[in-house]
């Protein structure tokens, strides 16, 4: 029976490893609270903390301070509990090798106490609703990585857990399976499953994500619908100039546009943005080509939940 509290709550929810002096504090104090039937996201850079925290959510890893309740259950006190309520997709394949696509459902199924006639229907109905029904026999080394990784969204989703969590779930697959996809986690969500994500593709979650959480350096930057972040850029238009040569003298001339809100720099690319299109971005070729400098590429666009990302957590590579 699902439960009527917060199928997520996190509360001060920190994660610092090592002791005596060398620490790394991986998760700061994180309050999130997850709706149920909500698809929400959770991004962040290399190292920011996502996937510590979906650790300590699915009872993998165990917090140092704070709390985390799923379904209004302590995942330390009451971790077996919270694993029979839950679902996980990992970013390895954890598919049974040795078992066909059914058998790695039905036995799923056995594993979390669902009885066998129970496990049977829902192996069949989540081969037809994953499209995975052809391959019913088949032996799961055989399947390309796109049916690998539906049959583990499949196979996640048989106990029929009131928490969904997918960590990375298409990374590595081409274009046309990530989309198909998209669509069926959509299903889910229209069907009332309340899922939590982490996806490096700002794509994936402007179009999954009812809401996200932006991490980096364990804590939370900004939450919100992606629509409410991307307001939060103060701009309807961002421009991007390429300058062959070094752009930093053209960035008080940039300021100096009416409807400019702010100019950001990045190597050889300015980046500005502005409440509107109209008449800003030949201002800026102009200005450019009056001080010598050559615009190699320009471009015009609306803001994006990606230059939000980059904006919160800046542009550098992370390992």
């Not at 999130?32 to 699915?58: C, D, H, Q, V, Y």
């Not at 307001?231 to 300058?243: E, F, H, K, N, R």
């Not at 546009?257 to 980046?271: M, N, S, T, Y």
């Not at 200005?287 to 609306?302: E, K, N, Q, W």
């Amino acid at each position: 029976m699902a439960s009527t509290a917060s199928p997520i709550l996190t509360e001060g929810l920190r994660k610092v490893y090592g002791g005596r002096g060398d620490t790394v504090v991986a998760v700061d104090g994180i309050d999130l609270e997850i709706r149920s039937g909500e698809f929400f996201g959770l991004l962040g850079p290399n190292g920011a903390g996502k996937s510590t925290t979906i650790g300590m959510l699915t009872t993998t890893v165990s917090p140092t301070g704070g709390r985390a309740l799923i379904a209004g259950m302590d995942v330390r006190t009451h971790a077996a509990a919270v694993k029979r309520r839950i679902g996980v997709v990992s970013q390895s394949n954890t598919l049974d090798r040795s078992l066909t696509v059914w058998e790695n459902l039905y036995y799923h199924g056995r594993f979390f106490g669902v009885s066998r006639r129970r496990s049977r229907a829902r192996a069949s109905e989540l081969l037809e609703q994953f499209q995975l029904s052809e391959r019913a026999s088949a032996m799961v080394y055989h399947l390309s990585g796109g049916l690998a990784q539906r049959l583990m969204i499949a196979r996640a989703l048989v106990h029929e857990p009131e928490v969904l969590f997918l960590d990375e779930p298409t990374s590595g697959i081409d274009p046309q399976t990530r989309i198909n996809l998209w669509g069926i986690l959509t299903d889910l969500h229209r069907a009332g499953q309340t899922t939590l994500l982490t996806t490096h593709y700002m794509e994936e979650a402007d179009t999954l994500c009812e809401r996200v959480a932006i991490l980096d350096d364990g804590k939370v930057l900004a939450l919100g619908s992606p629509q409410e972040l991307k307001q939060t850029l103060g701009a309807d238009t961002v421009i991007g100039l390429t300058i062959d040569g070094d752009p930093s003298a053209l960035v008080a001339q940039a300021e100096a546009i009416d409807g400019v809100r702010a100019v950001e720099r990045d190597g050889h690319v300015l980046r500005v943005f502005a409440t509107r299109s109209e008449g800003v971005l030949s201002k800026l070729v102009v200005a450019a080509t009056g001080m010598g400098l050559h615009v190699a590429d320009a471009s015009s666009h609306p803001p994006s939940l990606e230059t939000v990302f980059l904006t919160l957590t800046g542009r550098e590579y992370r390992e």
